[in-house]
């Protein structure tokens, strides 16, 4: 099973940009789906957006879309995720996740095998 360590979250002001990255440990990350999640204060973890192992699909919430863009470096055993045109709701912690050779992308939390620690992302208005 991998391990993930989270990074790149901050504060930011509305309509600028952050890229968090996800680094996991073990040989087999190219054989995880690697996802991101986030949970805002008094709120359900939510899905964001997710990459399948092969790089082949991706699928995002529709609230990202066009803004968000998830991607994979799977020689670096790293998945990211660029957020572009960042919104106050946007404000949350946010997890990845790894499932393993979980195909098709689902956004269900249970689907996924590992977790990060999560990184605060943070958008002032």
């Known amino acids: 099973q991998v391990q993930l360590v989270e990074s790149g979250g901050g504060l930011v002001q509305a309509g600028g940009s952050l890229r968090l990255s996800c680094a996991a440990s073990?040989?087999?990350?190219?054989?995880?789906?690697m996802g991101w999640f986030r949970q805002a204060p008094g709120k359900e973890r939510e899905f964001v957006a997710a990459?399948?192992?092969?790089?082949?699909?991706?699928k995002y919430v529709d609230s990202v879309k066009g803004r968000f863009f998830i991607s994979r470096d799977d020689a670096k055993n790293t998945v990211y995720l660029q957020m572009n045109s960042l919104k106050a709701e946007d404000t949350a912690v946010y997890y990845c996740a790894a499932g393993y050779r979980l195909h098709p992308v689902v956004p269900e939390s249970h689907e996924y095998d590992a977790w990060g620690q999560g990184t605060q992302v943070t958008v002032s208005s």
């Open positions: 073990g040989r087999t990350f190219s054989t995880y789906t």
């Open positions: 990459v399948t192992w092969g790089g082949r699909s991706t």
